[in-house]
């Protein structure tokens, strides 16, 4: 059984940082492709970066770049997304996700989510 669990949401004031972790189980990943997306009350839910386990890969939504950094331990298969500079826009759920593919619409495996919350 496929398990991705996310950790390390919060409250934060504006300009701060946040650490969330995805601790993967449940199959190998070495060939997925590990994604971070978010969803904010009252709105879609948006990519925001993503590895490819194999080889580190990554690739960023504009509205992160240079503030966030995501990143993978293959002994813990852990996938981390480290969130500095934050906005009060960056507040939502944050989601860890795997897929096969680059494409949006392949990430079959999803955690339940961890909250960020940015205040002002």
């Known amino acids: 059984q496929v398990q991705l669990v996310e950790s390390g949401g919060g409250l934060v004031q504006a300009g701060g940082s946040l650490r969330l972790s995805c601790a993967a189980s449940?199959?190998?990943?070495?060939?997925?492709?590990m994604g971070w997306f978010r969803q904010a009350p009252g709105k879609e839910r948006e990519f925001v970066a993503r590895?490819?386990?194999?080889?580190?890969?990554?690739y960023y939504a504009d509205a992160v770049k240079g503030r966030f950094t995501i990143f993978r331990d293959i002994v813990k298969k852990t996938v981390y997304l480290q969130m500095n500079s934050l906005e009060p826009e960056d507040t939502a759920a944050y989601y860890c996700a795997a897929s096969p593919t680059e494409r949006y619409v392949d990430y079959r495996y999803w955690g339940h989510g961890t909250q960020v919350t940015v205040s002002s």
């Open positions: 449940g199959r190998t990943f070495s060939d997925y492709f």
């Open positions: 590895i490819k386990w194999s080889d580190s890969n990554t």
